[in-house]
């Protein structure tokens, strides 16, 4: 049998991918009668498929490579590692040099008194422990009843039967019999989609009182916390209006109920703070954390966990760990990653540099009919596509139909921007430069301008009424 190299034909790469390789979030048989784009190479935030082409990646592969593709640096302390120590667990009284110098490199970049790091492959399985960390600290402080974690609807915390059921994704709810007992959803601050009359600061405030009201209706004593994105980011980068979380944070104090962060894809400088939660003043008591924390080059996320949290969870036997909790190639990875994330001074970078060009080309999309509202916090920014602007009307077709056109098109224009229902997303790598960020608006107002067309021949250009 031969080998699969990226130089066979395409033809032939993508009925082997059709033939035996079940891609997440899809469905298969569609995709593989049409193929799946083949991508064989990257390199800073270009990406190279099997005919050549070259794809500029506005979404940092899932939201996840921060320092940009083919950086050498990471590949050497991977295999430096792989040489020394390739795997070592720490369950049973060991630890080993990546995790102890990660944990600790952790503990001095998160905000406040989160010093302590329980180690995961992934934000799916962070979030898995978060739910059974918060229950376990109440149950230990004497308060069994405390279990109820509160969320909100259209967050993504992952894809696991805990954590997705965190999530609020009413299509990830249907399937499989989610979510788990004693989660509850309040809405989102989607004020473009849900604000109705209301100011943005009135919304926001609103919305934030939805905790309140929910902790009143299921009693204090049975909420044990509150998870939340400081953006929800596959939500379709929904930028909470400034009123949002000061209240939620006076409301997590004053009832005494965990507050937890997810920062699988705010955190490492996506916002141009190295964490969401300083970006928007919240006091976490847990963060979630995966994604950039190694850039994607290797699997690994992790819960970073109060001085508090952490000393209640001291006396308790925790029965939970991961094969792959503090993988010390991963976490060699990530120390790397997080070195070179210094050196370079990435944050300031994103802040002072990058962000404000990219911000302001961003909200001249709207000059184009179909955008609505145009918002960008650090490097994440969403566009709102609609078929009337001053009313945000909906499209009359199924939501997403028309984001799927307008995503269709940056995809055949080489530019990866991503799609959820009808807002279109980016989440670049952190290291574009000016010519990286002139040639993504080419694409983008290019890709804008012919999607306009598109949905108008299609006859989509539709309010709902
Ligand atoms: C991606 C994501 C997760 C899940 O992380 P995985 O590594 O895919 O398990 C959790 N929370 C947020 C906010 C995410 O964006």
């Not at 422990?129 to 109440?138: E, G, K």
């Not at 847990?286 to 209640?312: H, N, Q």
């Not at 949905?455 to 989509?460: R, T």
Request: proline fraction near 5%; charge should be negative; glycine fraction near 10%.
């Amino acid at each position: 049998m031969s080998a699969i190299t990226n130089h066979m034909p395409t033809e032939e790469l993508q009925r082997l991918d059709a033939a035996h390789h079940m891609h997440p979030f899809s469905a298969n048989g569609p995709l593989g009668r049409k193929g799946a784009r083949v991508i064989t190479r990257a390199k800073g935030v270009y990406l190279t498929d099997s005919e050549g082409e070259q794809i500029l990646d506005a979404m940092s592969g899932l939201w996840c490579v921060n320092i940009g593709y083919g950086r050498d640096e990471l590949a050497e302390a991977a295999a430096r590692q792989m040489k020394e120590l390739p795997y070592y667990n720490t369950f049973f009284q060991t630890t080993h040099v990546p995790a102890i110098a990660l944990a600790d490199k952790l503990a001095q970049l998160a905000p406040g008194d989160l010093n302590h790091v329980f180690f995961a492959a992934g934000g799916s399985e962070a979030n898995d422990t978060n739910i059974r960390m918060v229950r376990t600290y109440w149950e230990a402080k004497g308060k069994p009843d405390k279990k109820v974690i509160i969320s909100r609807k259209n967050a993504y915390h992952g894809s696991s039967m805990g954590s997705a059921s965190l999530g609020g994704m009413a299509a990830m709810h249907a399937q499989g019999g989610l979510p788990i007992p004693d989660v509850h959803h309040i809405n989102q601050p989607n004020w473009w989609a849900e604000g109705g009359d209301m100011t943005p600061e009135e919304f926001g405030l609103a919305r934030a009182r939805e905790l309140e009201e929910a902790i009143l209706e299921l009693g204090e004593d049975r909420v044990a916390a509150f998870i939340g994105e400081p953006i929800q980011g596959a939500g379709g980068v929904i930028i909470p209006p400034e009123t949002y979380w000061p209240e939620i944070q006076r409301i997590c104090d004053k009832y005494e109920i965990l507050l937890i962060a997810d920062e699988v894809i705010c955190g490492f400088g996506r916002t141009g703070n190295w964490f969401g939660s300083e970006t928007f003043g919240i006091r976490p008591d847990i963060m979630t954390v995966a994604k950039g924390l190694s850039s994607g080059y290797a699997p690994i996320g992790g819960s970073i966990v109060s001085d508090e949290v952490a000393a209640v969870m001291a006396e308790v036997e925790f029965s939970h760990g991961y094969t792959y909790s503090g993988h010390p190639v991963a976490a060699a990875v990530a120390l790397e990653n997080l070195r070179l994330m210094e050196e370079e001074h990435m944050v300031d970078h994103v802040r002072d540099t990058a962000a404000p060009l990219v911000k302001e080309k961003w909200k001249k999309l709207t000059e184009h009919e179909m955008v609505g509202e145009a918002v960008i916090t650090g490097l994440m920014a969403s566009i709102a596509l609609t078929p009337d602007k001053a009313s945000r009307a909906k499209f009359a077709t199924a939501p997403g139909t028309v984001g799927g056109v307008c995503r269709d098109i940056c995809f055949a224009n080489n530019v990866i921007m991503r799609h959820v229902g009808d807002r279109l997303v980016i989440a670049p790598p952190l290291t574009l430069t000016p010519a990286d960020i002139d040639e993504m608006f080419v694409r983008i107002n290019r890709s804008l301008e012919q999607a306009t067309a598109a949905v108008k021949e299609k006859g989509l250009m539709q309010a709902a009424s």
